[in-house]
């Protein structure tokens, strides 16, 4: 009996640890990590180049080819791209391609139909801003121009601004909307290095004006510069924090390179060209980086989470600084020689980079199927 009634109690006692040990183990997670919430799709591991994207997009891809001279690419809010061309015309680019001629552009050197621009509001008004060289009197000159972009067609025509120097070389040409609402404009010495200097002419700066063309109150000269002694703009892009950066060609010919990334401010001169490179002169500000006896010949730019990205032609490369608290902390270059030059790049709504090459201008050696666009996802850069 005793013995029975101690095999009763062993039993129970087993029975208990085990209930009490499987309770443990059904409250114990073993994941390293919580599972995603509802409809949350974890990210793939980064793949090879060689591999697509879920949407079926490749890593590299040529999206146009055969463009002559291209400058400047948007994408349009129903996804359509347009691109502009240097000797006078726009494309537009969806299923098929449209040409808009542009009249009035004089393409000559440098110049021709640059930079394009939406209005901020462009998807209620249709409002498109080109910076084009045209010829007056038989002088060249640069001007920004305002259209209604209409589908396929171009209207009501309006000069946004003039009195900009034109010339073979140094046109500048890049335009854009800022975060405050005003537009921007990079323009080019027009081959006559002291107008930098000079705040009543409008080469060789960063200009700033309203949507309409008139002069905001607090541009810090009272008429359109915004900043001086610049010799040729040719990128412009803002970072999260709402500071304006450019692009800048340095000398040329024999003693080519010091070209420049520069933290614009307003009213700052920028030296040209009274101090070039490292050197220091009071009330002249020095580039954030600029190429030393190397030939970037810098372009189009675009801020992307804490790097900006900005076009070789020269170089043949795109370029990779990284910013923090508005100065340089590292810098690279990618593809170099992949694509020849290379005139602009944009992030497009895909999340992907888009770059304009340009070796049909005449410096480059154009392949059969230049100019192109080509799509880059920005991984393959890291």
Do not use: C
Not at 48 to 55: D, F
Not at 145 to 171: M, T
Not at 294 to 302: M, Y
Request: charged share 25%; proline share 6%.
């Amino acid at each position: 009996m005793r013995k029975t009634r101690f095999l009763l109690l062993t039993v129970l006692i087993l029975s208990a640890a085990v209930g009490w040990i499987l309770s443990r183990n059904s409250q114990r997670d073993y994941s390293l990590t919580p599972p995603p919430p509802p409809d949350v799709v974890e990210p793939k591991p980064t793949q090879s180049s060689a591999t697509e994207e879920p949407n079926g997009g490749p890593d590299r891809e040529v999206v146009a080819d055969g463009l002559q001279i291209p400058w400047e690419i948007l994408f349009l809010p129903d996804g359509k791209l347009l691109v502009s061309e240097r000797p006078g015309r726009l494309l537009l680019i969806g299923t098929d391609r449209h040409a808009i001629e542009v009249s009035g552009v004089r393409h000559v050197g440098e110049g021709g139909l640059l930079g394009l621009a939406m209005h901020p509001d462009f998807e209620r008004n249709g409002l498109l801003y080109l910076y084009l060289t045209s010829q007056e009197n038989g002088q060249i000159v640069n001007r920004v121009e305002r259209y209604l972009l209409d589908g396929a067609s171009l209207s009501q025509r309006e000069v946004i601004l003039e009195g900009i120097r034109g010339a073979s070389n140094h046109d500048g040409g890049r335009i854009a909307f800022g975060p405050d609402g005003f537009l921007y404009i990079g323009t080019g010495d027009a081959q006559q290095a002291q107008t930098a200097q000079d705040t009543n002419s409008l080469n060789g700066k960063i200009l700033r004006i309203r949507d309409d063309g008139t002069i905001p109150a607090d541009n810090p000269f009272g008429n359109a510069v915004y900043s001086y002694g610049h010799r040729n703009v040719q990128g412009l892009a803002w970072d999260d924090q709402g500071r304006l950066w450019a692009t800048e060609h340095g000398r040329s010919g024999v003693l080519s390179g010091l070209d420049e990334l520069n933290l614009i401010e307003r009213g700052k001169n920028y030296g040209w060209p009274e101090i070039q490179g490292d050197e220091q002169r009071e009330g002249m500000v020095r580039p954030q980086i600029h190429s030393g006896n190397e030939t970037w010949a810098p372009s189009g730019a675009e801020y992307i989470g804490g790097t900006i990205f900005f076009a070789g032609l020269r170089g043949e490369s795109l370029y990779e600084a990284k910013v923090e608290g508005g100065r340089v902390v590292a810098f690279s270059r990618q593809l170099q020689g992949e694509y020849g030059r290379l005139r602009s790049v944009r992030l497009g709504p895909d999340g992907y980079l888009y770059l304009l090459t340009s070796n049909r201008d005449g410096r480059g050696s154009p392949q059969n199927d230049d100019d192109r666009i080509i799509r880059i996802h920005p991984r393959i850069l890291r």
